[in-house]
């Protein structure tokens, strides 16, 4: 039930978000072809609900629930939903600020202090504020850590939970290489700019960390 409350939140999130989404990468950046049409449309509805809801259901009978275990994983589920919504949301409503006023985002707060940014020589703007500040991709944790709660939803039973942990696996290993993709389609954009934004953000995924 957590996973399936979980999922359709997601889901939700989503469309309650939609004009967010389409400033992300996979909208601005990806081109539409193989890899969205079969991946959006047949492969991630197969894998996110096998991998999850009918791997549990194929175990109930031998499921034995786990109070502990999923009062935390709930609030860690609660905890990068946040922090998914919030860095995503924070970058775009900075570009939907610096927009209306002509790409000119003087004015604009990030959590109540004025925003500081990089502006490129071809006119994109960088925040380096609030989540932004603290690394490069602040929103690829979060959903990283969501994939690792709903598996470890599914440890609290004898079975081993191969498929969910196989999810993990999938996940983890396409948002990195999204990463390095989007990092070396920066720097081969942006230049010098982009040594500039590194300098000034110089983690990557984890604040003080890498």
Not at 23 to 51: C, K, Q, V
Not at 70 to 98: G, P, Q, S
Not at 105 to 131: C, D, H, N, Q, R
Request: aromatic share 20%; hydrophobic share 45%.
């Amino acid at each position: 039930m957590i996973i399936s409350l979980a999922h359709n939140y997601y889901i939700f999130d989503y469309f309650w978000n939609e004009p967010a989404i389409l400033s992300t990468t996979d909208i601005r950046h990806e081109p539409f072809g193989f890899m969205l049409a079969w991946g959006d449309f047949g492969f991630l509805p197969w894998m996110y609900t096998n991998s999850f809801t009918l791997y549990l259901a194929s175990v109930r009978p031998r499921y034995q629930g786990h109070i502990a275990l999923d009062i935390a994983c709930v609030l860690l589920w609660i905890t990068a939903m946040a922090l998914f919504r919030l860095t995503n949301i924070e970058k775009h409503n900075f570009r939907t600020y610096a927009f209306e006023h002509n790409n000119d985002p003087t004015g604009y707060k990030v959590w109540g202090k004025a925003a500081t940014w990089i502006k490129t020589k071809e006119g994109s703007l960088m925040l380096t504020s609030g989540f932004w500040g603290m690394c490069r991709h602040p929103n690829y944790m979060p959903d990283l850590i969501m994939a690792v709660v709903w598996f470890l939803n599914c440890t609290a039973h004898p079975t081993v939970p191969i498929i969910p942990f196989g999810y993990v696996i999938y996940f983890w290993s396409m948002d990195i290489h999204r990463f390095f993709r989007d990092e070396r389609r920066c720097r081969d954009k942006y230049k010098e700019d982009w040594d500039k934004y590194v300098q000034a953000v110089p983690y990557c995924l984890i604040p003080g960390v890498w």
